[in-house]
């Protein structure tokens, strides 16, 4: 493991627009704003939900793709901004409830659609934060 302490930089926050790419609209604002690290959280609702899910033995993700006539209420959004190949990046995780309350989620994947989204990215500064390949997981996974 690693430890390191970062100090709290700038907070955003943004209201994304319907229709949008939840996770291109994340990645597109860290870029433009150049938050090299930080942590971010989502609420909301999506109109379409994809998430992948990461194999442990094949170490491939695979992924689904919901696209409801009924809406999905964001549940809970988070996840960390870092650098991936010196570009800021986030790995965002995402829970999503059907209107019976059924929960689905996984890592977030571009193709899911905004129907309204309210997101906090608080920043934080300190050592550069970088995603390098992992050899035992297959994962790029912070060095
Ligand atoms: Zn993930």
Redesign the pocket.
């Known amino acids: 493991m690693f430890l390191k302490q970062y100090e709290r930089g700038r907070t955003f926050v943004a209201k994304l627009n319907y229709g949008s790419d939840l996770l291109e609209e994340l990645n597109k604002i860290c870029r433009q704003e150049y938050i090299k690290a930080g942590y971010i959280q989502v609420i909301g609702a999506v109109s379409s939900l994809k998430y ?1 899910f ?1 194999d442990q033995s094949t170490k491939e993700y695979t992924y689904t793709t919901y696209a409801y006539d009924e809406s999905l209420e964001i549940v809970s959004c988070s996840g960390n901004v870092s650098l991936k190949d010196e570009k800021p990046f986030c ?3 995402i829970i999503a409830s059907d209107k019976k309350g059924k929960c689905i989620g ?2 977030l994947a571009a193709g899911t659609s905004v129907f309204a989204a309210e997101v906090v990215i608080q920043e934080i500064l300190g050592e550069d934060l970088i995603r390098e390949l992992d050899e035992t997981t297959k994962l790029t996974l912070w060095k």
């Open positions: 992948g990461y790995h965002i995780h996984g890592h």
